[in-house]
């Protein structure tokens, strides 16, 4: 079974309009990280933003939110105004384990075009 | 406060010859990962060091793959006799642990393409 799955291999946007990108993940961990980057045509990974399993507070920074429903283990990144500067392919990924022993499982992206 | 560095940023070998990868993690950060990445896919874990110490090598293949990260210098991704199936991009991430989140913090990779 996937431990990390998006299932939108590709969004569209308008620019200014809020777009969800979806994520589900799989542990029987108590305690665990979710994460989400960017990564734009230039390659390079961009960490977003962090969640974890013992937040009581969906995680946000600045037009980034996190949607943290730990009952159906979604981890949706919320992006609000979209500019057009946001295309790029977004990766969920989720921690595991242990502090020194930590495994890290990504999901195969959604790439994310914003329209003028 | 430099971020994660690799180099080289493009590397071009023939089928055979051997790769090197370098990787110097953030200030501060003793741990290190190793991740692959082909076109169009998500990202493939291949090894987790800290200085000295290879903590989990899972990902790796068994064969002309090897890590290293020493004491003094950057962590070393080596392939040796490489095929054209080794064309990836390799990022590598450091993060510090007991940090709080111990987020991964990634460099902005390395292009191999072998001929």
């Known amino acids: 079974a996937q431990k990390i799955t998006q299932t939108q291999p590709g969004m569209f946007v308008q620019e200014k309009e809020a777009v969800t990108l979806d994520c589900t993940y799989d542990?029987?961990?108590?305690?665990?990280?979710l994460f989400w980057y960017k990564q734009p045509s230039s390659g390079e990974m961009i960490f977003l933003i962090y969640?974890?399993?013992?937040?009581?507070q969906n995680a946000t920074e600045g037009r980034y939110s996190l949607n943290f429903q730990k009952a159906r283990k979604s981890a949706n990144l919320v992006i609000s105004a979209s500019q057009l500067g946001d295309s790029a392919m977004y990766f969920c990924a989720m921690r595991e384990g242990t502090s020194g022993t930590y495994k890290y499982i990504f999901g195969t992206g959604t790439r994310l075009k914003v329209l003028a | 406060n430099a971020g994660v560095m690799q180099n080289p940023r493009h590397l071009v070998r023939r089928r055979g010859q051997e790769a090197r990868l370098r990787c110097s993690p953030m200030?501060?950060?003793?741990?290190v990962y190793w991740y692959r990445q082909l076109p169009e896919e998500g990202l493939k874990f291949m090894v987790y060091?800290?200085?000295?110490?290879?903590?989990?090598e899972s990902g790796m293949p068994k064969e002309r793959f090897s890590a290293e990260f020493p004491k003094e210098g950057p962590s070393i991704l080596r392939i040796q006799q490489v095929v054209r199936g080794d064309s990836a991009a390799y990022f590598c991430a450091s993060s510090v642990v007991g940090g709080g989140t111990d987020t991964q913090y990634f460099g902005p990779g390395t292009r191999l393409t072998v001929l």
């Open positions: 200030k501060g950060h003793s741990h």
């Open positions: 060091l800290q200085k000295e110490n290879i903590i989990d």
């Open positions: 542990t029987s961990d108590p305690s665990y990280g």
């Open positions: 969640q974890g399993s013992y937040d009581q």
